[in-house]
């Protein structure tokens, strides 16, 4: 079962491979915990790192305390609130407050599970003044489909996903300017720890991004 999971996870790479190999490269290492406090409702805390210029140079650290309702078995809602420290290139670090909220609806066919998120997203950067050309803070509307499939007898469950980002208040254009791509596997160690790995591309036109990019990624989560 193991390899099955790397072969699905190769031949889903694969098509990206011939358009990523002069593109920037970096990682994205997370470390997360999760509490069922109360029937349907949930709270997680999640520390992230990220790197970039081919793994050289720190990009940003983040801590994010999330807080969900699921109120039937397809769908969950929730809120969260994150801090980010954000290096700029030639402007060094700068501090960031981003609140969202979202709802994720789901499906189960057989085995394979299909989920639609739509995300509401706000992001306030500390010691930058909005002007005619940038806003802040910037509100983005996210919306993401993911097809996962449960590998039979196996704690294996590979994963592909696509993400929009549609701008909301952007005084120069609100059409969408970014699209992220994953694919992964994750691999659950046992009833508390859930171990990921995955490959993003990232694809946008933004002023306080870089160009095109590829992360490798890894998320550890404990479930109490």
Same mark, same amino acid.
């Given at each position: 079962?193991?390899?099955?999971?790397?072969?699905?996870?190769?031949?889903?790479?694969?098509?990206?491979?011939?358009?990523?190999?002069?593109?920037?490269?970096?990682?994205?290492?997370?470390?997360?915990?999760?509490?069922?406090?109360?029937?349907?409702?949930?709270?997680?805390?999640?520390?992230?790192?990220?790197?970039?210029?081919?793994?050289?140079?720190?990009? /940003? @650290?983040?801590?994010? %305390?999330?807080?969900? *309702?699921?109120?039937? &078995?397809?769908?969950? =809602?929730?809120?969260?609130?994150?801090?980010?420290?954000?290096?700029?290139?030639?402007?060094?670090?700068?501090?960031?407050?981003?609140?969202?909220?979202?709802?994720?609806?789901?499906?189960?066919?057989? /085995? @394979?599970?299909?989920? %639609?998120?739509?995300? *509401?997203?706000?992001? &306030?950067?500390?010691? =930058?003044?909005?002007?005619?050309?940038?806003?802040?803070?910037?509100?983005?509307?996210?919306?993401?489909?993911?097809?996962?499939?449960?590998?039979?007898?196996?704690?294996?469950?590979?994963?592909?996903?696509?993400?929009?980002?549609?701008?909301?208040?952007?005084?120069?254009?609100? &059409?969408?300017?970014?699209?992220?791509?994953?694919?992964?596997?994750?691999?659950?160690?046992?009833?508390?720890?859930?171990?990921?790995?995955?490959?993003?591309?990232?694809?946008?036109?933004?002023?306080?991004?870089?160009?095109?990019?590829?992360?490798?990624?890894?998320?550890?989560?404990?479930?109490?």
């Amino acid at each position: 079962m193991k390899k099955r999971a790397l072969l699905i996870i190769g031949a889903l790479i694969l098509p990206f491979c011939p358009s990523i190999k002069a593109q920037d490269w970096g990682s994205d290492l997370s470390l997360g915990a999760t509490w069922n406090f109360a029937p349907k409702l949930s709270a997680s805390f999640e520390e992230d790192f990220r790197l970039r210029d081919d793994f050289g140079t720190a990009d /940003r @650290f983040s801590h994010t %305390l999330d807080l969900s *309702y699921k109120p039937f &078995k397809f769908l969950k =809602v929730g809120g969260a609130y994150n801090l980010i420290n954000m290096n700029q290139e030639n402007k060094g670090w700068e501090v960031r407050h981003r609140y969202y909220f979202y709802a994720a609806g789901s499906l189960d066919l057989g /085995r @394979f599970n299909i989920s %639609l998120r739509e995300r *509401y997203q706000s992001t &306030k950067r500390v010691g =930058v003044e909005e002007t005619k050309k940038r806003a802040n803070p910037k509100e983005y509307l996210r919306s993401k489909l993911a097809v996962s499939y449960d590998l039979p007898h196996s704690a294996f469950s590979p994963f592909v996903s696509a993400e929009l980002y549609k701008p909301l208040n952007d005084p120069v254009s609100n &059409k969408a300017d970014k699209l992220r791509y994953t694919v992964g596997v994750e691999y659950k160690i046992n009833k508390h720890c859930m171990l990921e790995v995955f490959y993003r591309r990232n694809t946008f036109i933004d002023d306080d991004e870089e160009s095109d990019s590829n992360i490798i990624g890894a998320g550890f989560t404990y479930k109490f």
